[in-house]
């Protein structure tokens, strides 16, 4: 495979590309209003879209920003559905050609990867570590602030060494310019498609520098969290200390929080604790998810049509508790959550 690839404008822009990419905007979303606008009139402005992206007259529209606080506090900004439409149809070109270069170890947002791949990856690793070392400490690290904080040049020079298509490369730094974190150059949106094909891109060289420099075995990345499993603490103090300089060269920092700690302690990654024999949940999602289900309690008084929302709160923890050896913490979750509807004897749901 060539080194960079070019030939690809007119795969993003042939109409078939722009339909496909359409529905899968759509996905999920198909009743929202505008989406239902969109759809409503879909070949006339699926043309219309093709026209700008052709004439160069395509500008990203404002995003809608809104806050989340689970896990953890973060500004979402979501893009206009024109503009999800025009990230898929790039997306569907240049993911396949990009994500070639990404390490195996490199689990966001890839398509056979996710978090519980992850996590049984990194168990996986835990395992192997401990047949080979008996006792091992593990490097945890996080990016501060990442998708705040990548640098606009620095990401466009990391994706023109994969591709070459002009209008292509154009239309990527039209996406990657028309947002701003408040810091001149810098910043990615948390809710954009092309953020999280960015994002691993943007993190490859240091998923390379690691492995193929420092030839680490046991790894693994989520977004911008990562691990490496090593014996000697002083050999992962020194990896520390160069994967601060390689993080600096991308003008990025680590979170004050990581550091090494010893694997008996456990791995907290993608949202679980990892141990070689056992992963449990992590004991803040378990307090999240009990939290909201008994103020639903408390709303089902006088809302009983909450009740399914209810259910499906509830469903979603089973699927992630499934995953893991959290029994005891499911029947913790489950022991005082009671639906009673004001004035009713007690029923557990």
């Known amino acids: ?11 993003v822009i042939d109409f078939e590309n722009v339909y ?18 969109f759809n409503h009139r879909k070949e006339e402005h699926l043309i219309t879209l093709i ?24 500004l979402i900004s979501a893009p206009d559905f024109r503009d999800r439409v025009a990230h898929h149809a790039l997306c569907q070109v240049i993911e396949p050609i990009l994500d070639n270069r990404f390490i195996e170890e490199a689990f966001a ?36 602030k990442f998708f705040q904080s990548v640098d606009h040049e620095a990401l466009k020079g990391i994706i023109r060494r994969t591709i070459r298509d002009p209008k292509v490369l154009h239309l990527i730094e039209v996406i990657i310019d028309s947002h701003d974190s408040g810091e001149h150059g810098k910043g990615i949106p948390i809710g954009a498609l092309t953020s999280q094909l960015f994002a691993n891109a943007y993190l490859n060289p ?37 994967v601060t300089d390689v993080l ?15 694997g008996r302690h456990g791995i907290d990654f993608c949202g679980y604790r990892i141990w070689p024999t056992h992963v449990k949940p992590r004991k803040s999602a378990v307090k999240r998810a009990k939290r909201r ?57």
């Open 1 to 11: 495979m060539p080194r960079t690839v070019t030939g690809l404008w007119h795969k």
């Open 20 to 37: 496909y990419a359409c529905r899968a905007a759509s996905r999920g979303k198909r009743y929202r209003t505008e989406v239902l606008a």
């Open 51 to 74: 026209n700008e992206l052709v004439w160069d007259t395509y500008r990203p529209r404002p995003l809608r920003q809104f806050w989340i606080t689970e896990p953890k506090k973060r």
């Open 109 to 144: 947002c890839r398509i056979g990867k996710g978090t519980h791949a992850a996590m049984r990856h990194m168990a996986a690793c835990a395992r192997a570590a401990r047949r080979q070392w008996g006792g091992y400490y593990a490097l945890k690290c996080d990016v501060h």
């Open 206 to 242: 240091l998923d390379r520098y690691l492995k193929e420099v420092h030839r680490v075995e046991y790894y693994a990345r989520y977004m911008d969290d990562f691990v490496v499993l090593h014996h000697d603490k002083s050999y992962l103090t020194t990896l520390l200390s160069a």
């Open 248 to 262: 600096g060269e991308l003008e990025l920092t680590l979170n004050p929080k990581s550091g090494l700690f010893p």
């Open 293 to 349: 289900l008994r103020k639903m309690t408390k709303v089902y008084q006088t809302n009983p049509g909450i009740l399914d929302h209810a259910k499906a709160s509830l469903n979603s923890f089973l699927g992630y508790i499934m995953h893991c050896n959290g029994w005891r913490s499911t029947q913790s979750l489950l022991k005082k959550i009671v639906f009673t509807p004001k004035g009713a004897h007690p029923l557990h749901e």
